[in-house]
T-cell receptor
Framework: SQQGEEDPQALSIQEGENATMNCSYKTSINNLQWYRQNSGRGLVHLILIRSNEREKHSGRLRVTLDTSKKSSSLLITASRAADTASYFC???????????????FGQGTILTVHP | NAGVTQTPKFQVLKTGQSMTLQCAQDMNHEYMSWYRQDPGMGLRLIHYSVGAGITDQGEVPNGYNVSRSTTEDFPLRLLSAAPSQTSVYFCASNRRGAQEKLFFGSGTQLSVL
């Protein structure tokens, strides 16, 4: 079963605009991660936010986590055509504090940035 | 470092055929895992391994076998391919420790006719 649900399923914006993607999940988590997938390629890790964190920044990326609502958002500021890709949230729900790589992925948001 | 290497990149099988998808990592990661990606379904965990000789099932293990004889390699075997196994398969690895990110291979696109 899918832990995460992402919305929107697809997002189309102009270069320079901000892009916001949302993720909801069902169970308690240790952390939530965001990955990027370019067409036909493997996933690349973008950012990880722990369950005791509320906000995290990395370059043009800003991630928020609301554990009371079981939701997260990824904001990409000043988007570029090269940001065109699919973005996935993934949750680590293992209760023992150690991640074995058993992540549960959302269905993804397809982002298209027009030049 | 090459990271996580998967072969082949593409494969077409007939129903009932068997094959092995190869995965190797050169980062000395303890943990390795296999996911499949289907349209509209995100990625789902098939099997994972926490070290040489230790494997366990994920969310969708039926029809797949794995083994891990070395730290570097984690092959995925389809014993009798079915059309429902048409998918894109990703191998991933990560370090032992709390809250580590995954490193993914570039995937194998498998079609079962």
């Amino acid at each position: 079963s899918q832990q995460g649900e992402e919305d929107p399923q697809a997002l189309s914006i102009q270069e320079g605009e901000n892009a916001t993607m949302n993720c909801s999940y069902k169970t308690s988590i240790n952390n939530l991660q965001w990955y990027r997938q370019n067409s036909g390629r493997g996933l690349v890790h973008l950012i990880l936010i722990r369950s005791n964190e509320r906000e995290k920044h990395s370059g043009r990326l800003r991630v928020t986590l609301d554990t009371s609502k079981k939701s997260s958002s990824l904001l990409i500021t000043a988007s570029r055509a090269a940001d065109t890709a699919s973005y996935f949230c993934a949750t680590d729900a293992y209760a023992g504090g150690t991640s074995y790589g058993k992540l549960t992925f959302g269905q993804g948001t397809i982002l298209t940035v027009h030049p | 470092n090459a990271g996580v290497t998967q072969t082949p990149k593409f494969q077409v099988l007939k129903t009932g055929q068997s094959m092995t998808l190869q995965c190797a990592q050169d980062m000395n990661h303890e943990y390795m895992s296999w996911y499949r990606q289907d349209p509209g379904m995100g990625l789902r965990l098939i099997h994972y391994s926490v070290g040489a000789g230790i494997t366990d099932q994920g969310e969708v293990p039926n029809g797949y076998n794995v083994s891990r004889s070395t730290t570097e390699d984690f092959p995925l075997r389809l014993l009798s391919a079915a059309p429902s196994q048409t998918s894109v398969y990703f191998c991933a690895s990560n370090r032992r420790g709390a809250q580590e990110k995954l490193f993914f291979g570039s995937g194998t696109q498998l079609s079962v006719l």
